[in-house]
């Protein structure tokens, strides 16, 4: 093949890409043909915060670019000619709801209503059902479930079916739009978001038949689409729409495929130089779900604006370029900005100013208030994730109180990650805000450095303070903090003796 020939061929294989509606059209299509974003969503193999995303401004690329423009054309294409009366379209979307199940099986997978809106699916090939574990053939709410109680053995998982003598006697029939199995209703008692977390883990060890550590294993690698996914449930009917991929500012771009964009996370790694005289017991103590607690910072909801010279505005948030204060309390107290080498302004996010403007205040007055130079800011909420976070915090306590690993290993990855892949990651494309990613890590930080800051108001020496979760102290901690594995509380990493007869603090450890 000659040159000519391979540029040729490589031309023909270039289709142009096709062309969408400006957002507000995209939104007002779906809204139009009474669509939800988690119908969109599904048709086209993405998430709903995807779609929020290209109704937002956000336009896809390659195959599935293709199939939303496919969709919105016949979307304007029906709206623009339907012109079938009311009464009739009412009739006929009725007729469509009531699809006779068996055909449309046989035709492919298909879904169809109940009358309260609960979408059903009919399955190609059965799954198990999150209720009993036994093989269903519709899926209702993306979660596989029999419909019929005479189908569904049992409430949750390996529970057996009631013996005939004890098993009540069948209901009279019902016309099928109107029947409410005590499936259904029994489906619906972990409803919302948290029923997201529960189905999830039913149905993992249903499909594993209770292998417990497959089951996990299987949890965990889905941990990132879930959090998304649950962050949709969470956010339905919110204030504000949850943009994933608005314009950043270089500061916040990774400055090669491998470095580190310009923020200063403040993350404290932080030995004492000096104990008091003696040998000590040290406590080392491990915050319980340090970035869960995170969640709860001040987030900047929308594009960031650029400002210079202005003071703080508590109603934003974002990123600020500071001079950072003169810190002279080492010897007893990390610094509020980390470990710092070199001199001079640098980028920090909203969690490290409000934490230096509250340690300057007259109630502190532990330093000189920081001098800031430049922001990116929005306006801001400190609940844009609370209740995404008290979903989740409900999750792991009942977790712990069942004794439940499964579910507490999956919490755990679900916030963990969610955090982690936030920013350019690989693992997580739907959602792309660096600055969410930074302010939530250095929120926990100030949350641990907050917590130095009282055991040293209470009288203990602190002895180390490193990352999100780890503070080392002397002296009776539990006056101080509540013990146990809630996220409000603390418990003990490790003991060790540190002091004048030790050649080195912690070699214990």
Same mark, same amino acid.
Request: glycine residues 6%.
């Given at each position: 093949?000659?040159?000519?020939?391979?540029?040729?061929?490589?031309?023909?294989?270039?289709?142009?890409?096709?062309?969408?509606?400006?957002?507000?059209?995209?939104?007002?299509?779906?809204?139009?043909?009474?669509?939800?974003?988690?119908?969109?969503?599904?048709?086209?193999?993405?998430?709903?915060?995807?779609?929020?995303?290209?109704?937002?401004?956000?336009?896809?690329?390659?195959?599935?670019?293709?199939?939303?423009?496919?969709?919105?054309?016949?979307?304007? $294409?029906? *709206?623009?000619?339907?012109?079938?009366?009311?009464?009739?379209?009412?009739?006929?979307?009725?007729?469509?709801?009531?699809?006779?199940?068996?055909?449309?099986? #046989?035709?492919?997978?298909?879904?169809?209503?109940?009358?309260?809106?609960?979408?059903?699916?009919?399955?190609?090939?059965?799954?198990?059902?999150?209720?009993?574990?036994?093989?269903?053939?519709?899926?209702?709410?993306?979660?596989?479930?029999?419909?019929?109680?005479? #189908?569904?053995?049992?409430?949750?998982? !390996?529970?057996?079916?009631?013996?005939?003598?004890?098993?009540?006697?069948?209901? $009279?029939?019902?016309?099928?739009?109107?029947?409410?199995?005590?499936?259904?209703?029994?489906?619906?008692?972990?409803?919302?978001?948290?029923?997201?977390?529960?189905?999830?883990?039913?149905?993992?060890?249903?499909?594993?038949?209770?292998?417990?550590?497959?089951?996990?294993?299987?949890?965990?690698?889905?941990?990132?689409?879930?959090?998304?996914?649950?962050?949709? #449930?969470?956010?339905?009917?919110?204030?504000?729409?949850?943009?994933?991929?608005?314009?950043?500012?270089?500061?916040?771009?990774?400055? +090669?495929?491998?470095?580190?964009?310009?923020?200063? #996370? $403040?993350?404290?790694?932080?030995?004492?130089?000096?104990?008091?005289?003696?040998?000590?017991?040290? +406590?080392?103590?491990?915050?319980?779900?340090?970035?869960?607690?995170?969640?709860?910072?001040?987030?900047?909801?929308?594009?960031?604006?650029?400002?210079?010279?202005?003071?703080?505005?508590?109603?934003?948030?974002?990123?600020?370029?500071? +001079?950072?204060?003169?810190?002279?309390?080492?010897?007893?107290?990390?610094?509020?900005? !980390?470990?710092?080498?070199?001199?001079?302004?640098?980028?920090?996010?909203?969690?490290?100013?409000?934490?230096?403007?509250?340690?300057?205040?007259?109630?502190?007055? *532990?330093?000189?208030?920081?001098?800031?130079?430049?922001?990116?800011?929005?306006?801001?909420?400190?609940?844009?994730?609370?209740?995404?976070?008290? +979903?989740?915090?409900?999750?792991?306590?009942?977790?712990?109180?069942?004794?439940?690993?499964?579910? *507490?290993?999956?919490?755990?990855?679900?916030?963990?990650?969610?955090?982690?892949?936030?920013?350019?990651?690989?693992?997580?494309?739907?959602?792309?805000?660096?600055?969410?990613?930074?302010?939530?890590?250095?929120?926990?930080?100030?949350?641990?450095?907050?917590?130095?800051?009282?055991?040293?108001?209470?009288?203990?020496?602190?002895?180390?303070?490193?990352?999100?979760?780890?503070?080392?102290?002397?002296?009776?901690?539990?006056?101080?903090?509540?013990?146990?594995?809630?996220?409000?509380?603390?418990?003990?990493?490790?003991?060790?003796?540190?002091?004048?007869?030790?050649?080195?603090?912690?070699?214990?450890?």
């Amino acid at each position: 093949m000659s040159d000519f020939d391979a540029i040729d061929s490589l031309l023909h294989s270039v289709t142009p890409q096709a062309d969408l509606p400006e957002p507000e059209a995209r939104r007002a299509l779906r809204e139009q043909a009474q669509l939800s974003k988690a119908q969109v969503a599904r048709a086209l193999g993405v998430s709903p915060s995807t779609v929020s995303a290209w109704e937002a401004g956000r336009d896809p690329a390659g195959e599935v670019r293709a199939k939303y423009a496919y969709l919105l054309d016949g979307l304007s $294409a029906k *709206l623009l000619t339907d012109t079938t009366p009311e009464t009739e379209s009412a009739v006929e979307s009725t007729a469509v709801r009531s699809v006779d199940a068996d055909a449309t099986a #046989e035709a492919g997978p298909a879904s169809f209503a109940f009358e309260d809106g609960d979408e059903v699916e009919v399955l190609m090939a059965p799954e198990p059902c999150v209720l009993c574990g036994r093989p269903a053939r519709q899926r209702v709410e993306g979660f596989a479930q029999h419909l019929d109680p005479a #189908e569904c053995q049992g409430g949750t998982v !390996g529970t057996p079916p009631a013996p005939a003598a004890d098993r009540p006697a069948p209901a $009279a029939p019902k016309p099928p739009k109107r029947a409410k199995s005590p499936a259904r209703r029994a489906f619906q008692e972990p409803s919302g978001p948290g029923g997201l977390i529960h189905a999830a883990v039913e149905g993992a060890l249903a499909e594993y038949q209770g292998d417990v550590e497959t089951a996990t294993a299987a949890l965990l690698k889905k941990a990132i689409p879930d959090a998304m996914r649950l962050l949709d #449930e969470t956010r339905k009917g919110a204030r504000y729409d949850v943009i994933a991929h608005p314009w950043i500012p270089d500061i916040l771009k990774k400055q +090669t495929s491998r470095g580190a964009d310009q923020i200063w #996370e $403040a993350r404290p790694k932080w030995t004492r130089a000096e104990l008091p005289p003696g040998v000590h017991e040290v +406590t080392a103590l491990d915050v319980n779900g340090a970035y869960l607690s995170a969640l709860k910072t001040h987030l900047p909801l929308g594009q960031l604006e650029h400002t210079t010279g202005m003071p703080h505005d508590r109603r934003r948030a974002g990123v600020h370029l500071i +001079t950072p204060p003169v810190w002279e309390h080492d010897a007893v107290l990390p610094n509020p900005i !980390g470990e710092r080498d070199e001199p001079g302004p640098l980028w920090v996010t909203e969690p490290t100013l409000r934490l230096l403007l509250r340690l300057s205040s007259p109630k502190h007055g *532990l330093c000189e208030v920081p001098e800031i130079h430049e922001s990116y800011t929005s306006g801001a909420t400190e609940n844009l994730l609370e209740k995404f976070r008290s +979903t989740l915090k409900d999750a792991r306590d009942t977790a712990i109180a069942d004794s439940d690993p499964v579910t *507490l290993e999956y919490v755990k990855a679900m916030y963990s990650k969610f955090v982690s892949t936030m920013g350019e990651s690989n693992y997580n494309r739907e959602l792309y805000r660096p600055d969410w990613m930074h302010i939530i890590r250095s929120q926990a930080f100030a949350n641990l450095w907050m917590k130095a800051l009282k055991a040293h108001d209470e009288g203990l020496a602190v002895v180390r303070a490193m990352g999100t979760d780890e503070l080392h102290v002397i002296g009776d901690w539990r006056r101080v903090f509540p013990e146990g594995r809630g996220v409000t509380e603390v418990k003990v990493k490790d003991l060790y003796t540190a002091g004048a007869d030790t050649d080195t603090m912690g070699e214990e450890q």
